[in-house]
């Protein structure tokens, strides 16, 4: 697998096709009978059954995992034998599911939390190109498993900018697992930075089999899946993109995307061109706690694919 990093003066998008924006074309959803209030409160007593359901499958489910992980580190002490070969890959299989079950729960308390306003953005003065560039270069041993290549390219070496890296860190993160989950083996993974004047371009471009048109929006909404029969077979639960759009929309930000002229489709997300007072920024170095966490959040987010 060849990794490749790019820094180029300008770059140019080769994309065909319609743009398709995730803030056009969105409709508003009418109370029924007219009745807004009782609409809203059936909408409220929905979402805190959601995350009162998602805390009490999260607890359980950590138990597992955390079981899981103890019995691993068990069977590294034993011998190498038949028995323990099997029961490693069955305790393999039983993890990366508990991974799955744990990324749809994360997922539906974020969606909640959105929805319900309970969010806040944390912004600091970072270098953005270089947290994309890291970002991107994160997940290489994933793509490595599918022999697949990741270019990074930028028009700029640095830019220090606005930003709450742990919520880009998981719109990138998003992305990049979507583009190696439809990237057949042997394929290209690029991730193109642009600094513009008012705002920052990061586009994800693969060769996959790309996104039909007439779905247009319906990507970026709650649940959706292009294709396939079941969650299997559409390998994800439908949350991850309606989670990425919700979070830009927190930051000011928005996302679209176009099939590109030969294969593939390019996924691509804007942020504000801002920076905050230095007086409202404090530098912070990364913990070893948020490094493990970070390791950890890597597993699960790329646990539903097909590597």
Same mark, same amino acid.
């Given at each position: 697998?060849?990794?490749?990093? *790019?820094?180029?003066?300008?770059?140019?998008?080769?994309e065909?096709?319609?743009?398709?924006?995730?803030?056009?074309?969105?409709? +508003?959803?009418?109370?029924?009978?007219?009745?807004s209030?009782?609409?809203?409160?059936?909408?409220?007593?929905?979402?805190?059954?959601?995350?009162?359901?998602?805390?009490?499958?999260?607890?359980?489910?950590?138990?597992?995992?955390?079981?899981? +992980?103890?019995? +691993?580190?068990?069977?590294?002490?034993?011998?190498?034998?038949?028995?323990?070969?099997?029961?490693?890959? =069955?305790?393999?299989?039983?993890?990366?599911?508990?991974?799955?079950?744990?990324?749809?729960?994360?997922?539906?308390? /974020?969606?909640?939390?959105?929805?319900?306003?309970?969010?806040?953005?944390?912004?600091?003065?970072?270098? !953005?190109?270089n947290?994309?560039?890291e970002? $991107?270069?994160?997940? $290489? /041993?994933?793509?490595?498993?599918?022999?697949?290549?990741?270019a990074?390219e930028?028009?700029?070496?640095?830019?220090?900018?606005?930003?709450?890296?742990?919520?880009?860190?998981?719109?990138?993160?998003?992305?990049?697992?979507?583009?190696?989950k439809? $990237?057949?083996?042997?394929?290209?993974? *690029?991730? !193109?930075?642009?600094?513009?004047?008012?705002?920052?371009?990061?586009?994800?471009?693969?060769?996959?089999?790309?996104?039909?048109?007439? =779905?247009?929006?319906?990507?970026?909404?709650r649940?959706?899946?292009t294709?396939?029969?079941?969650?299997?077979?559409?390998?994800?639960?439908?949350?991850? &993109?309606?989670?990425?759009?919700?979070? &830009?929309?927190?930051?000011n930000?928005?996302?679209?995307?176009?099939?590109?002229?030969?294969?593939?489709? $390019?996924?691509?997300?804007?942020?504000?061109? &801002? +920076?905050?007072?230095?007086?409202?920024?404090?530098?912070?170095?990364?913990?070893?706690?948020?490094?493990?966490?970070?390791?950890? =959040?890597?597993? !699960?987010?790329?646990?539903?694919g097909?590597?």
């Amino acid at each position: 697998m060849k990794v490749k990093e *790019k820094v180029a003066t300008n770059i140019s998008y080769s994309e065909s096709g319609k743009n398709v924006d995730s803030k056009q074309g969105n409709s +508003q959803k009418k109370p029924l009978n007219g009745n807004s209030a009782n609409f809203e409160e059936l909408d409220a007593d929905k979402n805190d059954w959601i995350f009162a359901l998602s805390h009490e499958l999260r607890t359980p489910l950590n138990v597992i995992l955390s079981t899981i +992980q103890l019995a +691993q580190l068990g069977m590294k002490k034993c011998e190498d034998s038949e028995y323990s070969k099997v029961k490693t890959k =069955y305790l393999e299989i039983m993890k990366q599911n508990c991974y799955r079950l744990l990324k749809m729960v994360n997922n539906l308390i /974020e969606i909640n939390r959105l929805d319900s306003g309970f969010f806040n953005i944390d912004l600091k003065n970072e270098d !953005i190109v270089n947290i994309v560039r890291e970002m $991107t270069f994160s997940v $290489t /041993e994933y793509a490595k498993i599918k022999n697949i290549d990741i270019a990074f390219e930028s028009n700029k070496d640095h830019h220090i900018a606005a930003i709450d890296i742990f919520q880009l860190e998981r719109i990138m993160l998003n992305l990049l697992s979507n583009a190696i989950k439809f $990237t057949p083996s042997g394929g290209n993974i *690029k991730v !193109i930075l642009k600094v513009e004047e008012k705002e920052i371009l990061i586009s994800v471009s693969d060769t996959g089999p790309g996104i039909p048109e007439e =779905y247009g929006n319906m990507i970026f909404e709650r649940y959706c899946q292009t294709s396939g029969k079941s969650l299997i077979e559409k390998k994800g639960s439908g949350m991850g &993109l309606y989670l990425v759009k919700k979070l &830009l929309d927190k930051m000011n930000g928005r996302i679209w995307f176009c099939n590109n002229e030969d294969k593939g489709a $390019t996924l691509t997300f804007s942020l504000p061109n &801002l +920076q905050l007072p230095q007086s409202c920024t404090v530098k912070e170095e990364l913990s070893p706690d948020y490094i493990k966490s970070r390791t950890e =959040y890597l597993e !699960i987010e790329f646990s539903d694919g097909s590597l």
